[in-house]
């Protein structure tokens, strides 16, 4: 018989035997699990907390950058130009001038003739006035540099001051200051304008066997700065004397410069140019078409931010005004027209032309400047309120709606052009063209070059002895020969 099977009593619930070991690893496993997430979003916080702090200190610093860029733009001097001061008196009255409290101002002292100013001495005004807050030029004078140097200067006492009045960088001048400045001259000088240092470039400057300024230098009170390299001034008459010279050759016409008696030493000078190669590559080559412009300066971003510095965008609302050129030579004509353009409204575009669009209205081996050099020394002037470089020759509705224009102003004495269609039709019929009539109507790039010719001989000879005192600056400076 067969008894039913009795169902087990029921048994408490067990866990399997392997149950236990699997829980806890299970748990552990979540909880480490858990522990990870909590780690990896501690570090998230962490990260992200770090970044807000870089983006902090980058925003502070970006802050600080600005403040001092401001700081600049408020030491840049605003639109009116410094005052000359009055003559010097003799210095032998300088113990009557009592000083001047002392003023929260780092003042600092350059001097010089200055001629023909370009913008190698726009950069040591510049370097010279990074070395404190105020920069006062002293200006030699006509009488004194012809004394000195056996030829009067280009420019006149007039032009020159008025081209370093309008340098951004520089806060007063003083005229009149004669060409080689004794001690008591110095002293003098330190005492009436409150000078803390007298900067000069790094190259000695020997007049007659002593340093001009060693009585600086024994006052403890002398700077230099490092020397522009690759523009002078006798570089730029030497690419002046050479544009006529190359002329002559081309042309059977005799040389309006060399003239025929100094034809063979018109080519010995441009030789001695050449040898030098200031601007070997200035001579048309193969006419305009092959026209190169070279320049021994180099034009980093760096240096055209530096004298951009004081450049801004126009404020909102202003008035815009235009105008445009080559701006070749940039001389005291230029800039007394610049800041005549920027007293018709509230800011000054200065629009430049290219090398190729320059030479081909004005012909030659115009220009004397390359685009690169026309910039810098368009920027340096007070009246700019930025450059365009490159424009249309010709003004269309775009620029002028782009950059906004109300006025274009052209001056009623330019340098020749033989273009016949006009560049200003548009703003002419828009109604916003104005003329300027030119304060220094004598002053143009034909001018200045029928100056030197003038006194050609005068400057052949001072040209050749700098040249010769260069090549030695160079050779002793960088062991080598210019080339
Ligand atoms: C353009 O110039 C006029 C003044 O001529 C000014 O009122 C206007 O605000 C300027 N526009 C801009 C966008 O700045």
Redesign the pocket.
Known sequence: MWRRATPPPPSPPQWPSYALPTLIAGLSTLLLAVLAVLAALRALRRALHAERLACEASVASLRRELRLLEAAADHAPAHPPPTPTAPHPAPETAEAIPRSPRKPQIRIWMDGAFDMMHYGHVNAFRQGRALGTHLVVGVNDDASITRCKGAPPVMNDAERLAMISACRFVDEVAPAVPYVMDETYLRWVIQRYDIDFVVHGDDPCIVDGKDVYASAQALGKYRTIPRTEGVSTTEIVGRMLLLTSEHHTSSSHASPLLGAAAEADGRKLTQVLHSFSLDGEAAPRGGSSGFVRESKFMTTSQMLRLFAAGCAT?P?????VYVDGGWDMFHAGHANFLKAASEL?DFLYVGIHNDVVVNSHRGSNFPIMNLNERVLSVLACRYTGDVVIDPPWHMTREMIAAL?I?VVAHGTVADANDDESDPYEVPKKLGIYREIDSTMPQLTVDNIVSRIQANHEKMKAKVTKKMASEREYYSSRYGFEAS
């Open positions: 126009p909102p609302g202003a008035r815009v409204g906004n109300s």
